[in-house]
């Protein structure tokens, strides 16, 4: 690998390890997925954004190529999931009783967040502690086109956990 490439992969290995274990701590929770089973998922759910994203993430300009790392399910499975979930033997069928049916996960370098549902709060999942200066331009990101112009207040959900 190039240099460049490396350090590209090496960039997005906090962000990355962030949105797997979102998504795979929400198939976890169901209970219908088994530890190793999960342990494939976040494998190639990793390998899978990892190939996704290493011509679209740019550190320098973190919001750039935001819209393309969004992952999203709207009534629709986001295909990077369902290439993962292939993996494991799960169908999008399956995987429509197992997540959110409204979910949106954004993938940026320095920081990830995801909202659950079209009105809910947005959740911060990793943030960088290093913050970079952004310009006014960037701070119109893809969740913030999705959210202006709502006239509807946010709602707050709170994801629990049972064993």
């Known amino acids: 690998l190039s240099q460049r490439r490396r350090s590209a992969r090496a960039d997005m290995v906090p962000e990355i390890a962030a949105a797997v274990g979102f998504v795979s701590s929400l198939l976890r929770t169901r209970g219908c997925v088994s530890e190793q089973q999960l342990e494939v998922f976040s494998e190639a759910l990793?390998?899978?954004?990892?190939?996704?994203?290493?011509?679209?993430?740019?550190?320098?300009?973190?919001?750039?190529?935001?819209?393309?790392?969004?992952?999203?399910?709207?009534?629709?499975?986001?295909?990077?999931?369902?290439?993962?979930?292939?993996?494991?033997?799960?169908?999008?069928?399956?995987?429509?009783?197992?997540?959110?049916?409204?979910?949106?996960?954004?993938?940026?370098?320095?920081?990830?967040?995801?909202?659950?549902?079209?009105?809910?709060?947005?959740?911060?999942?990793?943030?960088?502690?290093?913050?970079k200066p952004v310009s006014s331009y960037e701070m119109f990101t893809c969740k913030k086109q999705l959210t202006f112009g709502c006239s509807s207040p946010s709602k707050n959900y709170i994801m629990t956990v049972s064993s």
């Open 46 to 131: 990793r390998d899978t954004l990892e190939e996704h994203y290493k011509h679209h993430w740019f550190p320098e300009n973190p919001f750039r190529g935001s819209g393309y790392r969004c992952i999203r399910i709207n009534h629709q499975m986001d295909p990077i999931i369902s290439k993962a979930a292939k993996q494991i033997g799960l169908s999008s069928s399956q995987l429509y009783q197992l997540l959110p049916s409204e979910l949106t996960l954004w993938v940026d370098p320095y920081e990830v967040s995801y909202r659950i549902g079209e009105d809910g709060s947005i959740c911060v999942l990793y943030e960088a502690t290093e913050t």
